[in-house]
């Protein structure tokens, strides 16, 4: 009886409290407000913007896309006033009558806030540079550019960005993407887009952080962005055809085409691109081509060259086209294919010190021919206001066919051993890879929840064949101090190499709205990537006429599976002056190894991991804004760094997997400072990042002094020998600032750069702990003329100093290196067109006998055709001084490495040029 009228006093309460806050809900009600908030000049969305109802007093904060939502409960209030309020724009007061129910107030435009300075209105619309929340947009519509300058030229005279021959940098990163008027533009290719239109054609240029469609959704992102480019284009291009080609040649059989064609609109844009010459230019990013030529990106902390010339002699030929479209008011497509075919010849030659006096020297010859196709479609279709599906497909296909030729020189032991070896290998790599993305946003009710889901499959596959034959002789020191010989190999093998590369990702998100201005975010991701590899090879001995039979077929049949699941919770919060993520994380992960073939090379692991997310920015006032970011990632590693098994293609250097490998860690930050100084134009900007490596991959190093055994194979002494191992302490510490203001007085603009960076790199040398510590010191200027059609250059110089030492090499590799760069397009008299690029490299090592010093002048004289001067006709002559080289020298965790590789020499061309 007891507990049963307890049970009926619970209900009784539980009914009594209902009724009650169902009577106090009647006399209340709700509205919903939302809307976007926009910048008048060019449309784009305004992040981080205030909006607050004035009487009630509720405020939010708009998104990364300049979206709000307002949620407000009310009684007896039913005309109220929305503030609106954003640093650097006009303050908005909207009168508004609370209903209940949603208000969609669509699209709220701002206008830039206008100033007074000593008596006079000044708008900030006239500045170089603009700020718009976390965006930085540069005003270029009114820079004085020649007539055949190109976006990429155009870029040349912003603050912050630091054009190179191969890529583009901004405030101490690389930029990855780049859009046209907000939609993406020629994928991954930021050299092809913007050398694809006309710099007289662009009205302004943003850059920003790109977060992704889903950070950019839900507001979190935790500091995983990517630097990019939105190029705005001017109204009246809208529409037109705009075009620029040129085609040349010379009498020595040297050859140029090139010409990009583009129309633009509001709901369409069209470009296509093409190029061939062997004249080693290039209107694209050719890094694919360039890791294919055997220029190999190791892990470099220092190069003596600011950024060099193409390498080696290369017939070069590509195409483009991007293509942008809206279908009716839901659905936007962008389709971007690309298409290159290089054949190539390259001659090096390069010495590589390592500690104890221990050098290897190679001459190398290559010829290859490389094909690369990529296909990227993206779909967005927006089902109504609270979904949105989006499909990205990727196809990449690559065929590359290459012969080359080694001789190599090296001692293991500068007392004992010197091996002599020369190798010959052709080889065929056919690959075919596919990324398919499909991402679901979806806005839950009227309070601000969201949910997001993410899909990603990665499917790859790779087949290579290769023919490859060595001869090696081994000497060994007399006590005379002479060399004898002890050994000569002969080695020929065919291998034929198959491997599939797959990954699939899930990745889910849940943002509930907690108190008036912050989120808790919920993630989940599980990502499982599977790898199957087939290697069969054939040796045949032939220092003893050996031929190979099925017992000395070596055959590998490896696979890895890596399950990783990852839980993340995390706190949002969108102030009027600060906005911040922060988060931790939980991922477990589980990964196998192993041979189908040996089963005894099998190898499991799991591992726990917590990491941490923090990123924000915080906007000071008007002018200045902080970002930060701190985060940790893991590293597992690859299956050839683990299994117990040795690569045995070159017998005088061996590659060895470790099974005691264990999952490493790494921790980034990042903290950035921003600041225009005055209307002007002076700007500021200062960064600092920094990575630290914990328990990471690194190399470990020997050249053996005696007949070793490695997981079942015998290594003759001098052999050298390299097997991955854990190591702690890897840190990477960048400092920089930048500085840009007008020279008024010579219609110009002068941008300075200040950069430290600081390298300790673990490593293992011949059973020694080794930590290679590098200093390197960078100043840079430019000046970039803002002048008129007429006078158009650019002026660049650099200076930078490296100091290197490691714990078990007393001897200094410091060098010193210096770089003036001079562009310059001028039309003195009516028709006359003369162009002038110079480029002085100086460098200074702690060897004298490395010293080199290098003019690279060219001229190109002309005149304009045509009645509207369209047209130009010019005579190019490359290289005047005939000076040209490639000498590099560059700092590995083991040793030093000086590299000289054939460039293009003086040449003379007669090249036509035309304009829509």
């Known amino acids: 009886m007891a507990r049963r009228s307890e049970k009926v006093i619970l209900s009784f309460l539980i009914a009594l409290i209902s009724t009650v806050g169902q009577l106090v809900a009647q006399d209340r009600k709700s509205c919903l407000i939302s809307g976007k908030i926009l910048d008048k ?11 607050r109802l004035k009487k009630i007093g509720i405020a939010t904060v708009s998104d990364l896309s300049g979206n709000f939502v307002l949620n407000a409960d009310f009684e007896n209030v039913f005309l109220d006033t929305l503030q609106i309020r954003f640093v650097g724009y006009q303050s908005l007061d909207i009168p508004i009558s609370l209903i209940v129910g949603e208000t969609q107030l669509g699209n709220i435009i701002l206008f830039p806030e206008i100033r007074a300075l000593d008596g006079v209105t000044v708008e900030a619309t006239k500045s170089i540079v603009r700020k718009k929340g976390d965006t930085l947009s540069f ?22 960005i630091k054009v190179g021959k191969n890529k583009v940098e901004a405030e101490g990163e690389q930029v990855k993407k780049v859009y046209l008027n907000g939609k993406p533009f020629y994928d991954d290719d930021p050299k092809a887009a913007l050398n694809a239109l006309p710099a007289d054609a662009i009205q302004s240029v943003e850059l920003f952080d790109d977060y992704g469609e889903v950070a950019t959704f839900t507001g979190y992102a935790g500091g995983n962005s990517s630097k990019a ?10 529409g037109q055809w705009l075009g620029q080609y040129r085609i040349g040649a010379g009498p020595d059989g040297h050859y140029i085409f090139e010409g990009n064609t583009s129309r633009i609109s509001d709901r369409r844009s069209l470009t296509i691109t093409a190029e061939r010459n062997n004249l080693n230019e290039s209107q694209t990013d050719i890094a694919d081509f360039r890791s294919l030529q055997q220029v190999i990106e190791e892990k470099v902390a220092g190069s003596s060259s600011p950024e060099s010339e193409m390498a080696g002699d290369n017939d070069i030929r590509t195409f483009g086209l991007n293509y942008n479209t809206l279908i009716g008011r839901k659905t936007e ?28 020297g190679t001459k190398d010859t290559l010829g290859s021919e490389t094909n690369i196709h990529k296909l990227k479609l993206k779909v967005t279709h927006n089902l109504n206001p609270e979904n949105r599906l989006i499909l990205a497909q990727r196809f990449t296909f690559r065929n590359v066919e290459s012969e080359s030729s080694e001789r190599s020189e090296g001692n293991g032991n500068s007392e004992a051993f010197t091996n002599l070896s020369n190798t010959s290998l052709s080889s065929s790599n056919n690959s075919l890879k596919s990324n398919t993305t499909l991402i679901w946003l979806r806005k839950i009710g009227d309070d601000g ?19 490859f034959e060595i001869n090696t002789t081994r000497l060994s020191a007399t006590p005379e101090g002479g060399l004898k010989q002890i050994s000569e190999e002969k080695l020929r093998q065919i291998d034929d190499l198959g491997m599939s590369d797959n990954q699939a990702t899930i990745r889910l998100s849940y943002k509930l709205p907690v108190g008036m201005l912050s989120n808790l975010n919920f993630v989940y991701k599980y990502d499982y990537s599977w ?9 045949e001995d032939l220092s003893v006429g050996f031929s190979s039979t099925p017992d000395l077929d070596i055959s590998a049949d490896s696979y890895s599976r890596i399950h990783t699941n990852r839980g993340e919770i995390g706190v949002s919060r969108f102030g009027l002056h600060l906005l911040y993520n922060i988060g931790l994380a939980y991922e477990h992960t589980a990964y196998s190894f192993g041979d189908v073939i040996d089963p005894e090379l099998n190898y499991k692991k799991k591992y726990g991991k917590v990491l941490p997310t923090l990123f924000g920015k915080y906007f000071i006032d008007l002018d200045r804004n902080l970002t930060f970011f701190f985060r940790g990632n893991t590293t597992v590693p690859t299956p050839e760094q683990v299994l117990p098994a040795a690569d045995r293609s070159d ?18 930050g990042m903290l950035r400072y921003n600041q225009i100084l005055d209307e002007g134009g002076r700007f500021l900007s200062a960064f600092t990042f920094f990575k630290y490596g914990y328990n990471f991959t690194g190399l470990r190093t020997d050249f053996l002094t005696e007949k070793t055994m490695i997981h079942g194979v015998e290594l003759k002494a001098g052999t050298q020998l390299t097997t991955p191992v854990n190591l702690d302490g890897s840190i990477n510490l960048k400092v920089g600032t930048d500085y840009s203001f007008a020279l008024q007085g010579l219609k110009s603009r002068l941008n300075t750069g200040l950069r430290y960076e600081y390298s300790r790199m673990p490593t293992v040398f011949n059973g020694d702990s080794l930590n290679t510590h590098l200093n390197t010191m960078s100043l840079s200027f430019g000046i970039a003329s803002d002048i008129s059609k007429r006078i158009d250059f650019n002026i660049s110089a650099y200076t930078g100093y490296n100091l290197t030492n490691n714990s078990l090499n007393d001897n200094s590799n410091d060098f010193f290196s210096q770089q003036l760069v001079f562009e310059g397009h001028f039309r003195p008299w009516n028709r006359l067109v003369l162009d002038l690029d110079y480029t002085w490299n100086q460098y200074f090592y702690s060897d004298p006998h490395l010293d080199t010093e290098v003019h690279l002048l060219s001229l190109s004289i002309g005149s304009t055709l045509f009645k509207n001067r369209k047209g130009t006709l010019k005579i190019r002559v490359y290289d005047v001084l005939d000076q040209n080289n490639l000498i590099d020298y560059k700092i590995h965790e083991t040793h030093t490495e000086t590299s000289e590789t054939n460039a293009m020499t003086r040449n003379v061309t007669l090249v036509f040029g035309y304009k829509l």
Request: proline fraction near 5%; glycine fraction near 6%.
């Open 41 to 51: 000049s060019d449309g784009a969305a305004l992040p981080g913007g205030y909006i």
């Open 139 to 160: 005003q270029t519509s009114t820079l004085q550019v020649n007539d055949e300058a190109k976006g990429l030229d155009l870029l040349k005279k912003l603050p912050l």
């Open 229 to 238: 480019i939105n190029i705005i284009t001017k109204p009246d291009v809208s």
């Open 531 to 539: 790898r199957d590899a087939l290697q069969e090879s054939f040796p």
């Open 333 to 360: 497509v962008s389709i971007n294919y690309t298409s290159g075919n290089i054949d190539s010849e390259l001659k090096r030659e390069s010495l590589r010190n390592y500690a104890d006096s221990v050098f290897f």
């Open 651 to 668: 017998p005088t250097n061996i590659y060895a997997g470790n099974p005691e490998l264990e999952l490493g860690t790494q921790y980034l």
């Open 449 to 467: 929840k969201s949910f997001t889901a993410l899909a990603n499959m990665r499917l790859g596959a790779d087949n290579q064949e290769r023919d």
